[in-house]
């Protein structure tokens, strides 16, 4: 003997399981990757061995605004890695094999084919950035 109050109980009861489901899945699944973290692009480009320029960062660099600005003034694309607030900091050091001790902003890092293979940290000006630019012949040197 089957109760029809009990079947429309339990039909009502999957029915909610069925759309709760429908719902959060798909909801729990965005949250998911909205608050995942992504691997960086500058992380990216690295394991893919390619030649970039990291421009080191810090929260309280005066110099940093200009010293970016002659970055952009030169047509030089760069990553901007801010040692105080990107969370990744460490494992870009440890992956380019640089102490992170040393990685003193304001500073330029130059990596071919995934390796540092040059840097300058504690730039003191704008000219500073230019030489060492133009010591990679990423600019013409101005005479």
Known sequence: ???PEFIAL???FFLNVLI???FIIPITILIFNKFSNPKPELLKNIEQEKNLIIFLTENNC???HSLKNTLNNNNISYFELNKDKDSYFEEIMLKIEMPSNYALAPGIIYIEKGKMLANKVELKNSNDLE???SSLNLIKGSD
């Open 1 to 3: 003997m089957k109760d």
């Open 20 to 22: 709760a489901t429908i």
């Open 10 to 12: 339990r039909n009502k």
């Open 62 to 64: 005066q110099k940093c």
């Open 131 to 133: 030489t060492f630019l």
